[in-house]
Structures are given as structure tokens and as C-alpha cells.
């Protein structure tokens, strides 16, 4: 079950809390997705959650995601508490400016009273609720955490008679938190906008009228009625009216698509200027906006290299620099002759301000999170960070034939009887056995046949996988339609020319009776697909097909492929697949794009499984890694370039962050910069960081 972190604002606490539940014995592994607050948990776990939550972050509060109103409630409370955050801090701004505006007016009160009073109600008005923070951290045993560290640093600049700098260092603090809020909730609105495809209601007809209802109150078979401007809040099929849909919520197509009577009409689609009424056909939990919905909500879990690496490298990277500040500030006045222990303190004090990894913390899974919903936002749906990091190393594309590079829409073309029988008859045989199959070629023989044949003819029934079908009529008459390794297989012998395209070859009792050709037309956007994967260097880009040799031949030609793999069975599809894998070197990925059910097989095998048109195969969906939810080959390009623009991010953050505080570290210890400067490199960069990685929300190609 799904639950929002009410008022959970730091990640360095997010991922203490992340670390702890999954100590929990008996919990499957879980991962708080820190962008949108939210953690997926059995519900018998959920009391011990919250008891560690509590025993980190007292304030926050596991409340179940479809409590959203309420969770909505909560934020109008966040964004009082932040208006009230920053009164405190211009407040404290206000008496620290005039501080350092008026130091002998102040001097000259007896005992230094009038600087002290001051310097230390600026002090408590912006660090007050650090103090706090820290004091019931220190109750829980944590003394690694930054409100801790940054309460034992001003407190020592005080100690030191270090006013100005114990005051700056609270109020640059609670400025750069204000800041880096304000950044993080825009950011998590940005997240909330892509991915807010969820319906509101449905307007379900009963007794003539329609009435509003929740979507999760609707039955499979059910009709209901779509008004102009209204979202489509169930898949089903449209029964009345005609009207253009914008689909671009989930396909990222700007281009509104025609729907009339007998067409599918999807879950989040929103309907323009027509009154469509609708007979559902999937109930709201097996929608295709509810699958996206919890897929991409689900995606954080799997959480990229490098975001597991900083996971780690956070844990012991503060405990490292505060040990280096306390070696700093003990050794030195000790070992070296003339040093003076309040230098020294201070410089120990600097390296305590700039201990937190907050920046690395805060912006990378954002960085990632964000790349995730700019792909959904394009009609690429991304099941997990470490798929689009893996997308940055592609080395081989394996395509599949029909329904990828094609359009699997397919049309019969030519009849050929042999000697003996009639081109009728063989056409009339070829529909009989194909008029329980659902086959895109099935379809064309259907259609070119024109008529339902009569079902009642045929006694039994055989689908032999990969190579066509075996039906017995009530006469006794066996047919057999399909490839021509299903003729070898049953020793009808047959002779004919080399014939480019898909052949279905028809036998009637061990006799070859003639063959239809059927024609499928390229994708308009498949060269551009190969040509885009090329310009970002993919090394080999590679064809796989159950068709014949001529059919693939044509095809792989025409696109300039580095190669094909003709009539391949389901099975022999993962057994090339196995051997392209024993020959990539390390890092190399590859990846599989496939068009539905048949290919699930493969499209798990492979390190990236792509699917095409997933939404409306289930089993694409399960097996895929990444779907492109339109056809289009091309959006795999696309998918490329978001991965690579949010890692080129996440890079320039991980740079930024260590860079700036790797500096500040070696100046502080040198005595070479000020509190005001280690601020910067936390509070700061944090926010920098985290202004970055909300870049990757606003991809474009």
C-alpha cells in the first residue's frame, strides 16, 4: 500500500528513515521516493514505521495516498509554517543588518549588553527551531545530523566571541532552507502536474440520466458519458458520438486523434469539443492511467548506481568530517608550537557547517525522479532510475519486424492456386482456419475474405507455435495454413520462386493447394528511429523476425541495418538474444524492442526491454522495461536523449557539490575561509543543486 510522508522535508533524515524500516524483520526492501513524500508498505509494518519515523522526524506522519484532500490540507499548513519561517528570518536580518550598522552605538551599552542582546535574538529568531531540532535529535542519540552539527558550530563561534559569524551562519542557514523549499516544492508540483492523469470522477448513465461517481465505483460493461473539456476517467469503447481526443497525457503526442463508434478510448485521454458516451471494458485498478500511474510512482525503487552509491557514501561521509574537524581543532594546539587553540576551534567549526551531504542527497533522486516523469510527459513510460541510467550506455539495438519497424497492419495482396484448385478455394480454406485466430495476418484473410466462415465446419483445431495452424473439417479434410516450415514439418512438398514478402502457404490433405502474399508497410518513422540511434552512437542496430528471408531482407535493406535474423521462433528469439549478450563488454548494454505478447519472453531476457503500444498488451507492460506508448519507434531516440540529459545533471551536481565543499574543506583547514563561505558550500549548493536538478523536469528535444 502506498502512504505519503506528511511534513517530511529533509533527505538526509529520508534516507535515515529509508535505512531503518528496512531493518524492520519480516519488511520486503522499501524506498522512500523523497520527490513525492511517499513509501510503499504492508500495512502490518505500518506501526512500527511510524514509530522509527517518530523517533527521527517527530513531525512527520504516515497518511495513506488516498487521503489526498487531507494530505492537500497538510500542505496549506507547510506553506503557513513557511511564511512564518520567513518572518522569523527577516526579522533576524533586520537586527543582524543593524548589528553591523551600529557596532559602537551598540558597544557602548555597559557590559556589552546592547550587542549581545542583539546579536543573540537575531541568533534565536533564526536558528531557534534549528536548536530545537537538535536538541531532541540529541535525545534520539543522532549526533551525525546537520541541525546538530550546525548548533555545536555557532555555538563554539559564540564561545569564541564570534557574534557576527554565529549569527550569519543561523541566518544564511534558515535563508538557504527557506530557499531551498521553496525550489523543492516547485519541483514536486512540476512532478505532481506530468503525473496528474488520475481522473476526478465519472459520469456513470443509469435510468437516462448520469450521475458523478467515484471511477473506482464503475463496472466492466457499464456506460458512461464523456462531456466536451472532460478527461476519459476509464478505458472502454466509445458507443456514441464522435469527437477529437487529446492523447498527449499519455502518449506525448500534441496532435488530437479522432474517436468514433467502435473505437478504444483510454483512461486520461481528455475529450475536446464532442458528447462521447462510453461502455467500459477495464475496471479503474487495470486502467491504462492507473497501471502509468503506479509504474511511474513505482519507479523510484529502483534506484540507479549512482544513487545507491551516494546512499552509501552519505553514511559515512559526515561522521568522516566531523572526526577531521575534532583531529583539527585537538591535535594542532597541541603538536605545533605557538598554535592558538580558538583558531584552530574555529577552523574545526567550519568543517562541522559544511558536513551535511544534503546537496547530493536532495538533488540527485529529484534529478532522476525528474527525468522519469519528462519521459512520461513524452509518452515514454521509464519502470526505474537504474533503466534510464542504463539507457546511457547503449550499445545494441535488437528490433523486432512486425508491429515495430512495420505498422502490423496487414493486407492480402496476391492469391495463387496450383494446379487443381481454385484461388477461391484457397482463400475460403485460409479464412476457416484463421476465424479463431486474433494474428494481425489472420485479420488480413479475414478481411480479404469478407465474410465470417461458417466455424460449425471445423472438428478440430491446432495452433502449432511459430509456424501456423492444423485444422481438421467434420468431412475429415485436414488444412494446414501457415510457414513453410510448417509444410516441411508434415512432409507436403511444394516448389516455388523466391517471393518478397510474408507468404501463407495452404495445404489441404498433404497437397499443396497455393499460397497468399500478404503485404506490410514500413513505418514512416522507423528510418528516422535508426538513423537518430546512429547519431548517438549505437554501435549495432540489429533485426530479429519470424518472416521469411525475403521479407526481412527488404526491409533490413531498406533501413540500412548491420543485420537480420529470419524465421525465428519465440524460443530461438532468446536463444540469439543470449548469444548477442555473451558478446558485449562490460557496461555495454542492449536492449530489445518488441511489439507485445510474443516478444515478452525476449523483451525480459534482455538489459533494456522495450515495448511498443504497451497499453494495450498487458503482458508488454509487465515484461517491459521502458514502453513507448504510441508506436513509435522513434520515441527510443527520445528516451535516449532524457536519460542522458538527466545524467549529464545528476553529473554536474555530484561535481558541484563535492567540488565546492572539497575546496571549502581544504581553505577551512588552512584558516583560509569564513563560516560565511561554509554556509554557502551547505545551504547553498543545496540549493543550487537542487534549482539543477528541476532542469531535467523541463527536457526538451
Known amino acids: 500500500m502506498r502512504y505519503i510522508l506528511d511534513k517530511l522535508?529533509?533527505?538526509?533524515?529520508?534516507?535515515?528513515?529509508?535505512?531503518?524500516?528496512?531493518?524492520?524483520?519480516?519488511?520486503?526492501?522499501?524506498?522512500?521516493?523523497?520527490?513525492?513524500?511517499?513509501?510503499?508498505?504492508?500495512?502490518?509494518?505500518?506501526?512500527?514505521?511510524?514509530?522509527?519515523?517518530?523517533?527521527?522526524?517527530?513531525?512527520?506522519?504516515?497518511?495513506?495516498?488516498?487521503?489526498?484532500?487531507?494530505?492537500?490540507?497538510?500542505?496549506?499548513?507547510?506553506?503557513?509554517?513557511?511564511?512564518?519561517?520567513?518572518?522569523?528570518?527577516?526579522?533576524?536580518?533586520?537586527?543582524?543588518?543593524?548589528?553591523l550598522l551600529f557596532p559602537q552605538a551598540l558597544s557602548a551599552v555597559p557590559h556589552r549588553l546592547g550587542e549581545y542582546g542583539v546579536f543573540l535574538t537575531a541568533y534565536l529568531l533564526a536558528g531557534g527551531p534549528v536548536i530545537w531540532a537538535a536538541l531532541q535529535n540529541l535525545g534520539q542519540r543522532e549526533v551525525f545530523d546537520e541541525k546538530f552539527l550546525m548548533t555545536i558550530a555557532t555555538a563554539g563561534a559564540i564561545a569564541i566571541d564570534q557574534l557576527p559569524e554565529a549569527v550569519a551562519v543561523?541566518?544564511?542557514?534558515?535563508?538557504?532552507?527557506?530557499?531551498?523549499?521553496?525550489?523543492?516544492?516547485?519541483?514536486?508540483?512540476?512532478?505532481?502536474?506530468?503525473?496528474?492523469?488520475?481522473?476526478?470522477?465519472?459520469?456513470?448513465?443509469?435510468?437516462?440520466?448520469?450521475?458523478?461517481?467515484?471511477?473506482?465505483?464503475?463496472?466492466?460493461?457499464?456506460?458512461?458519458?464523456?462531456?466536451?473539456?472532460?478527461?476519459?476517467?476509464?478505458?472502454?469503447?466509445?458507443?456514441?458520438?464522435?469527437?477529437?481526443?487529446?492523447?498527449?497525457?499519455?502518449?506525448?503526442?500534441?496532435?488530437?486523434?479522432?474517436?468514433?463508434?467502435?473505437?478504444?478510448?483510454?483512461?486520461?485521454?481528455?475529450?475536446?469539443?464532442?458528447?462521447?458516451?462510453?461502455?467500459?471494458?477495464?475496471?479503474?485498478?487495470?486502467?491504462?492511467?492507473?497501471?502509468?500511474?503506479?509504474?511511474?510512482?513505482?519507479?523510484?525503487?529502483?534506484?540507479?548506481?549512482?544513487?545507491?552509491?551516494?546512499?552509501?557514501?552519505a553514511r559515512w561521509y559526515t561522521p568522516l568530517v566531523v572526526f577531521i574537524a575534532l583531529a583539527l581543532t585537538v591535535f594542532p594546539p597541541l603538536l605545533l608550537p605557538g598554535a592558538v587553540f580558538s583558531q584552530w576551534l574555529y577552523r574545526g567549526l567550519i568543517l562541522l557547517v559544511i558536513s551535511c551531504p544534503c546537496a547530493l542527497v536532495v538533488s540527485i533522486p529529484l534529478g532522476y525522479f525528474g527525468g522519469l516523469g519528462s519521459a512520461s510527459r513524452s509518452g515514454i513510460l521509464v519502470k526505474g532510475a537504474n533503466y534510464l541510467d542504463a539507457l546511457t550506455h547503449l550499445h545494441t539495438v535488437v528490433l523486432d519486424k512486425t508491429g515495430t519497424l512495420t505498422?502490423?497492419?496487414?493486407?492480402?495482396?496476391?492469391?495463387?492456386?496450383?494446379?487443381?484448385?481454385?484461388?477461391?478455394?484457397?482463400?475460403?480454406?485460409?479464412?476457416?482456419?484463421?476465424?479463431?485466430?486474433?494474428?494481425?495476418?489472420?485479420?488480413?484473410?479475414?478481411?480479404?475474405?469478407?465474410r465470417d466462415p461458417d466455424t460449425n465446419l471445423i472438428a478440430d483445431y491446432q495452433e502449432i507455435r511459430g509456424r501456423g495452424l492444423a485444422v481438421t473439417t467434420r468431412e475429415g479434410s485436414k488444412i494446414l495454413v501457415g510457414n513453410k516450415g510448417l509444410l516441411e514439418r508434415a512432409g507436403v512438398e511444394y516448389s516455388l520462386p523466391d517471393i518478397a514478402g510474408t507468404v501463407v502457404y495452404v495445404a489441404l490433405d498433404k497437397v499443396f493447394a497455393g499460397y497468399l502474399t500478404i503485404a506490410d508497410e514500413m513505418r514512416e518513422e522507423s528510418r528516422e528511429a535508426v538513423e537518430g540511434l546512429r547519431r548517438q552512437g549505437v554501435k549495432e542496430i540489429?533485426?530479429?523476425?519470424?518472416?521469411?528471408?525475403?521479407?526481412?531482407?527488404?526491409?533490413?535493406?531498406?533501413?540500412?541495418?548491420?543485420?537480420?535474423?529470419?524465421?525465428?521462433?519465440?524460443?530461438?528469439?532468446?536463444?540469439?538474444?543470449?548469444?548477442?549478450?555473451?558478446?558485449?563488454?562490460?557496461?555495454e548494454k542492449l536492449a530489445f524492442v518488441g511489439d507485445g505478447i510474443n516478444d515478452a519472453p525476449v523483451i525480459t531476457r534482455a538489459d533494456i526491454g522495450v515495448a511498443m503500444g504497451g497499453l494495450g498488451a498487458d503482458a508488454a507492460i509487465e515484461a517491459a522495461d521502458v514502453v513507448l506508448m504510441d508506436d513509435n519507434p522513434h520515441k527510443l531516440v527520445q528516451a535516449v536523449d532524457i536519460a542522458r540529459h538527466t545524467r549529464r545533471i545528476v553529473k554536474q551536481n555530484i561535481v558541484l557539490a563535492l567540488g565546492v565543499k572539497g575546496l571549502v574543506v581544504a581553505l577551512g583547514a588552512a584558516g583560509l575561509a569564513t563560516m560565511w563561505l561554509a554556509v554557502f558550500a551547505d545551504v547553498g549548493v543545496a540549493l543550487l543543486a537542487v534549482l539543477n536538478a528541476a532542469r531535467t523536469l523541463r527536457y526538451g528535444p
Request: aromatic share 6%.
Open 9 to 99: 522535508d529533509c533527505a538526509h533524515c529520508a534516507a535515515k528513515i529509508e535505512r531503518e524500516i528496512n531493518k524492520i524483520e519480516g519488511i520486503e526492501p522499501v524506498s522512500i521516493n523523497f520527490a513525492t513524500r511517499s513509501i510503499h508498505l504492508d500495512p502490518i509494518h505500518l506501526e512500527a514505521a511510524q514509530e522509527i519515523i517518530t523517533g527521527i522526524e517527530p513531525q512527520v506522519v504516515l497518511i495513506p495516498a488516498r487521503q489526498a484532500r487531507e494530505v492537500a490540507a497538510s500542505g496549506e499548513k507547510g506553506l503557513r509554517g513557511m511564511r512564518l519561517h520567513f518572518i522569523r528570518t527577516l526579522l533576524a536580518g533586520i537586527l543582524f543588518a543593524g548589528g
Open 170 to 313: 543561523m541566518l544564511f542557514f534558515a535563508l538557504g532552507e527557506y530557499l531551498q523549499s521553496l525550489a523543492l516544492n516547485r519541483s514536486r508540483r512540476s512532478i505532481a502536474e506530468l503525473l496528474d492523469l488520475r481522473p476526478d470522477y465519472a459520469r456513470l448513465i443509469g435510468g437516462g440520466v448520469s450521475r458523478r461517481v467515484d471511477p473506482q465505483e464503475v463496472a466492466v460493461g457499464q456506460l458512461i458519458e464523456v462531456r466536451p473539456g472532460e478527461k476519459i476517467p476509464l478505458d472502454g469503447e466509445v458507443v456514441s458520438g464522435t469527437s477529437f481526443v487529446d492523447t498527449s497525457a499519455l502518449t506525448g503526442e500534441s496532435v488530437p486523434r479522432r474517436v468514433e463508434p467502435g473505437e478504444g478510448a483510454l483512461a486520461g485521454y481528455i475529450n475536446g469539443s464532442g458528447l462521447l458516451r462510453v461502455r467500459v471494458s477495464r475496471e479503474y485498478a487495470q486502467s491504462s492511467v492507473a497501471k502509468i500511474l503506479a509504474l511511474v510512482e513505482n519507479a523510484a525503487a529502483r534506484k540507479a548506481p549512482t544513487e545507491k552509491f551516494l546512499t552509501a557514501f
Open 407 to 450: 505498422k502490423g497492419v496487414f493486407r492480402v495482396n496476391k492469391i495463387v492456386a496450383q494446379e487443381g484448385f481454385t484461388e477461391e478455394e484457397v482463400l475460403h480454406w485460409a479464412a476457416l482456419s484463421e476465424a479463431h485466430s486474433s494474428h494481425p495476418i489472420a485479420r488480413s484473410i479475414l478481411a480479404a475474405y469478407g
Open 542 to 587: 540489429l533485426m530479429v523476425t519470424g518472416d521469411n528471408e525475403e521479407a526481412a531482407a527488404r526491409i533490413a535493406t531498406g533501413l540500412g541495418l548491420d543485420g537480420y535474423y529470419p524465421e525465428r521462433l519465440p524460443e530461438e528469439k532468446v536463444q540469439l538474444l543470449e548469444e548477442l549478450l555473451a558478446q558485449r563488454g562490460p557496461g
